[in-house]
């Protein structure tokens, strides 16, 4: 930290909060807002005689509020930069601190926050993670029995800087345990709290036992897991030592957690897996290794930066394997357990990474992005006209398009991710995406759908999962009927209902749209927009008298092959249940009012091509 | 047991996920919660719960259908809001049951015995039974009467329709009054004289539902204040008898103390509650008759509080050393 502080190219910003992100990779502007310290932070030489002057004393959050701290303090000792701060709330302006700090001068009352604007090429996210409060799980009693404590509350009493200076003492009696009990998995790998697991805590866990067990031989050390995961290099080694040193494990959740009333001393009820049985134990400190979980105000910054958020609440990356460091807005990054629960190694290196990932842009002066991105054409615009709309504006997942009342949209092309689903929800035809116009894309269906149409299923596929699903079922040689034809979009979201309307009215027996999973969208958010039209779509089938059970919905990711070939055959199935002139007749039945729901695609002009095998929409409707 | 793949029946997990309270049964971790909170070990150390699941899942069909432990789960629920993977266990023991009595398996028992000749047909039994277990139906032996009639596949033991039976009629064993009685007057217990019959300390009896304590240990904790107390387990606080509460208490016993679980943690349904309800209406009745109504208690017993038992006996010993003498109660 003290060589960032001193590095030239290094500029650390604390007390800052990210107000607002404009911009876009290699431009972003970035305000921010400097909170008061009312100290002057050129003059402060961190002597500390402010903080021995005042007469305050509150509970120390960097120590979890074991120890107290003044109420003006630097928020811990290795504190970068070295400049104390006033804690407003709690002061009581004696100014006894301004004697104390004399001809320095440096504190400074009347300091106001200060709004600050920077420009920056990227951005790396790096906010950590936070610690599960166990004290919602009653049966630990974490917060009613004072010697069941937290990892975090251990490691600052076992800690020679700590308020104990590193002697370790119940909080009940201020005596030394003669024993403790470490309980694995609270709040984490449970439904009720954090389904995922943390990760780290076995490690530490291991860790605190070996310290602990090293500072006082005599210690009986006792480790309650599920199942302990050692999975990185030399971790299950230092398992191993552990169990040498005499550290005992039971492999067993306690459900139960006691204390006696006159000892104040802990039983820890679990069942030992190996015992097939019950174990009591009776420990005199409990301490509990709590879930890491996402920063309390994740979801505020996840606003700002335009991030999305994995179902576990963690910053979400852009692909798992082949962008792990990278967030979904390009020129944002991402690194250390704000992106998942992750021990220090991993962090190290993921940090490497984002700069790494961030240095490629930044040495750069020009950047290359995709060619898919969507574009408007301001002539069919009807924001342009004066008339109100935004719905691209509200259907972009990256906040790509502006859309102001006169002025037709505009997409910072910059910021588009070529998801296309601006593209499928304009109802003007005003946007299309480049290599995925509606030009292409229909005379897709219609080339498709040219032979024997009402037996065979057309199906859509995103880019990045279902088409990948559809892969997987083919190179791992899942057998499924051959009468599914595929097209490829970028993302559910561009698969536009109409597209569907057009293939049955061009005979199509079954259409499948098929996205990624929710939680798995390559687009934040595109699957929802696409998810919720294809809702809509169903009754609209309905009232045309096309059955729904000839139109599928279905994500499926791109390890689930299985999952493809399953629901073409089961498509299929329902199809060869089908009277084929049931499909015609259906089809022909809605021809009429599907030509009317495509009427501005027959009048377009960049389409005649495609329709002209058609007949005209009026000679349907007759 | 070995569990040879070959011998493992590969459809039985997803026959007892089809049925109602099955589908979790397959996201078990054995991580053990609910084998540790379970309050029918401390009399059956062999049940384990995460082994009946495991085994359900691996698909020992016949190890699991025939073992009389999916039996003895009671329906408490104290494993459910603990389980961290949600699964509704006893609902997983009940679809395992509906499958073993569909294979022709009978249910180990004990089950209550009806004496046809004194049962009157009255249906008070079918009220109380928490398990729809109890229904009047036509007589064998004189088939122009009801009677009670057990259902077997239903019946978990608590005795409830013993206690409720006004007539007398159902008895169960382990559970008939004369042994209840037996466990409150062994060793002499009660010739000694507490407070009220001019003895210098005082004497409590204390009903317990065996099933709220959680162990031999918080049993043997509330057993420090010696013949002070008597410790009476009953299969569930429902099952006291008042008739037994006034007996006591017309002996010279100076209160009786009822322990039954706390709210949702009963074995039985609702079996606390009716313990609950007869203690009221017991002490109402005696303030009525003038007698210190503080006499007769019922405590609530939270199955994770380990040492409730041993501070409600003393709470109530404390409350009797500030009782005056009340006016005699006789009772025949």
């Known amino acids: 930290m003290v060589d960032a502080a001193r590095h030239p190219n290094i500029t650390i910003l604390a007390n800052t909060e990210v107000e607002h992100v404009d911009g876009f990779i290699g431009n972003f502007s970035v305000n921010l807002i400097t909170k008061p310290r009312y100290v002057i932070a050129d003059r402060c030489n961190g002597c500390g005689a402010c903080a021995q002057a005042c007469p305050i004393e509150v509970p120390n959050p960097f120590e979890l509020n074991i120890a107290p701290r003044k109420a003006i ?8 930069p070295l400049v104390y701060a006033v804690d ?11 004697t104390a700090c004399g001809k320095l001068d440096a504190i400074d009352f009347a300091q106001q926050p200060q709004e600050t604007n920077i420009e920056v090429g990227t951005i790396v996210v790096a906010t950590g993670f936070s610690s599960f409060d166990p004290s919602v799980i009653p049966e630990y009693g974490y917060g009613r029995y004072p010697n069941v404590i937290t990892a975090m509350e251990l490691e600052r009493l076992a800690n020679s800087a700590g308020p104990t200076v590193g002697r370790l003492v119940r909080p009940s009696d201020g005596q030394p345990p003669q024993s403790m009990a470490i309980i694995q998995c609270v709040g984490s790998r449970d439904k009720r709290y954090n389904e995922y697991c943390s990760g780290f805590c076995c490690m530490y866990a291991i860790k605190n036992a070996i310290l602990l067990k090293q500072m006082h031989h005599a210690m009986d050390i006792t480790i309650f897991y599920i199942d302990i ?33 006159d000892t104040g001393n802990l039983i820890i009820e679990a069942e030992d897996q190996a015992l097939g049985g019950v174990v009591e134990v009776e420990a005199e400190m409990v301490c509990l290794s709590a879930a890491a979980i996402p920063q309390p105000d994740a979801d505020d910054l996840a606003a700002k930066l335009t991030l999305a958020r994995s179902p576990s609440g963690f910053f979400m990356e852009y692909h798992p394997k082949l ?23 991993a962090s190290v290196a993921q940090g490497s990474a984002a700069a790494s990932r961030a240095a490629r842009v ?7 992005i995709e060619p898919i991105v969507a574009e408007v054409d301001p002539a069919l615009c009807i924001s342009a006209q004066g008339k109100k709309c935004g719905i691209c504006a509200r259907a972009c997942p990256y906040g790509a398009i502006v859309v102001e009342q006169g002025q037709p949209a505009t997409i910072f092309t910059a910021k588009c991710h070529g998801c296309g689903g601006c593209a499928a929800e304009c109802p003007h035809n005003a946007i299309q995406q480049k290599h995925f116009t509606d030009a292409q894309i229909l005379a897709q269906i219609k080339t498709l759908l040219q032979d024997r149409p009402e037996e065979k299923i057309l199906a859509f596929m995103c880019n990045w999962c279902s088409y990948g699903g559809a892969d997987m079922a083919g190179i791992s040689h899942f057998t499924y009927p051959a009468t599914s034809r595929g097209i490829r979009v970028m993302c559910c979201a561009r698969t536009d209902d109409k597209f569907v309307l057009e293939a049955f009215r061009r005979g199509a027996g079954m259409v499948l749209v098929s996205g990624c999973h929710p939680q798995d969208c390559h687009y934040i958010t595109g699957q929802q927009v696409g998810a919720r039209r294809f809702e809509r779509l169903r009754t609209t089938l309905e009232r045309m008298g096309i059955d729904p059970a000839r139109y599928r919905v279905e994500w499926i990711s791109a390890a689930e092959g299985e999952k493809y070939a399953r629901v073409i055959t089961e498509m299929d199935a329902v199809l060869a249940s089908y009277d084929p002139a049931e499909v015609v007749r259906q089809n022909r039945q809605a021809a009429a009012q599907i030509a009317r729901r495509l009427k501005k695609w027959n009048e377009d002009p960049r389409l005649v091509h495609i329709f002209e095998d058609l007949p005209l929409v009026e000679e349907v409707v007759e | 047991m070995t569990a040879r793949p070959t011998q493992l029946d590969a459809h039985f997990a997803a026959e007892v996920m089809e049925r109602p309270g099955g589908k979790h049964l397959l996201t078990c971790m054995a991580c053990g919660t609910c084998a540790s909170v379970c309050l029918v070990r401390r009399f059956y150390p062999s049940f384990n719960p995460r082994r009946v699941l495991h085994q359900a899942s691996l698909g020992m069909r016949e190890a699991v259908l025939s073992s009389p432990e999916i039996w003895l789960c009671s329906a408490c629920d104290a494993c459910y809001p603990r389980c961290p993977q949600e699964i509704h266990i006893s609902e997983v023991m009940g679809a395992l049951r509906d499958l073993a009595i569909e294979a022709g398996y009978e249910a180990p028992g004990p089950f209550p015995v009806v004496d046809s000749a004194v049962c009157s047909g009255c249906a008070v039994c079918a009220r109380v039974c928490p398990y729809e277990a109890m229904a009047p139906a036509r007589d064998e032996a004189d088939p122009t009467r009801q009677t009670a009639h057990v259902d077997h596949t239903r019946c978990l033991h608590c005795g409830l329709c013993v206690a409720a039976c006004p007539s007398g009629a159902i008895s169960l064993e382990e559970t008939n009054d004369q042994e209840i009685l037996a466990r409150v007057t062994a060793d002499g217990w009660m010739e000694q004289r507490g407070l009220l019959s001019g003895g210098t300390q005082p004497r409590c009896l204390a009903f317990v539902c065996q099933w709220s304590i959680r162990s031999d240990a918080a049993w043997e904790r509330a057993q420090r204040f010696g013949d002070q107390v008597r410790l009476v387990p009953l299969p569930c606080s429902g099952r006291v008898e008042p008739a037994m509460v006034l007996w006591a208490l017309s002996r010279g016993v100076d209160a009786v103390l009822v322990v039954g679980c706390d709210d949702d943690e009963c074995h039985y349904q609702r079996g606390t509650y009716i313990g609950r309800s007869k203690v009221y209406l017991l002490s109402e009745m005696l303030a009525t008759m003038g007698y210190q109504q503080e006499r007769v208690r019922f405590a609530r017993q939270a199955s994770a509080d380990r040492y409730g038992l ?6 109530m010993l404390a409350t009797i050393t500030t009782l005056t003498a009340p006016i005699a109660v006789t009772v025949d």
């Open chain 2, 310 to 315: 041993e501070r409600h006996v003393q709470e």
């Open chain 1, 323 to 345: 962008r792990p460091v990278d967030a979904p807005t390009d020129g944002v990054y991402l690194a250390g357990a704000a992106q998942g629960p992750k021990d220090i190694p």
């Open chain 1, 362 to 368: 930044l040495s750069q002066d020009t950047w290359e």
């Open chain 1, 88 to 98: 407003m709330d709690h002061c009581i302006h004696c100014y006894k601190c301004v």
């Open chain 1, 229 to 261: 995961r050692t999975p990185s290099k030399g971790y299950e080694e230092f398992y191993t030592r552990a169990r040498e040193a005499g550290i005992r494990f039971f492999q067993g959740r306690p459900s139960l957690v006691s204390e006696d009333p």
């Open chain 1, 73 to 80: 303090d630097v928020p811990h000792g290795q504190a970068v």
